[in-house]
């Protein structure tokens, strides 16, 4: 098991995509193409970052331009052991932004999503960002279905708490199944310990890409709460990031879910 700034290093390499902005129904109101490199310094413990986007077009200047260099990593952000990762929001408070990002990453491809709520707690955008390896010929996933969810699927979680970077692993049962509505129901076991989510609390939203996320329709600093995306890769495995608060509205938890479909 890496440390979290070799997992970060899994990231390295020159990413061509696009940033996609979603609203609460999940339709896409606009895009940007956009490049992103991540290249090793010369110390060993030193990244640098360059995200170029270019609003009329790849052919024209860049409409926006971020540099950054990295030689440690925050509290912020947790990496696992393939490259992906997830960042967010220490702590939800009252008249604050909320927003948490998920970061997948297998092989060639990059697969983003950052999720966002408005001061006063209610979901209020999405950002999906998906990115290519230069030069791997690397093509985006068909949309995710319903049915591409369904069934049981088995794997491993990893668990890296506030309190301790290191993770916690355990072997993980999903089990998803359509309620006589129409919605789905994810029953979840990691370890011992089990969970079941669906309703009207949270919305499902089935993404371009294979891609999904369960969103809480609002969040609140007074009651524990969870946010989850997930990713298929390739037919028949699902990676999934669960981010958890605590009732006083802090990070308590990152889960990383590799599954296979039984």
Known sequence: MGSQWENFLQNLGEWHGSFASLDPSGTIVDSTPSILSLEQGEEQQLVHFKLRRFGNGLDSAPTREISQEYRSLGKQVV????????????????????????????????????QLHSPEGAFESLVLIREFRAGSGSSERPPLEADHLLGHWTGQAATISAEWPEPDLAPSHLNVHREGDGTLTFHTRIGAVEETIGGQSERLMLLPDSGYCLVPLQVSHREAFRVEAGWAPCPDRLERLIRRYDTSGAWISTTWISAFRN
């Open 79 to 114: 990496f696992f052991e393939s490259g992906t990762f997830c960042k967010g929001s220490l702590q939800l408070a009252p008249g604050t932004v909320f927003g948490a990002e998920f970061g997948f990453v297998a092989g060639n491809r990059r697969h983003r999503l950052v």
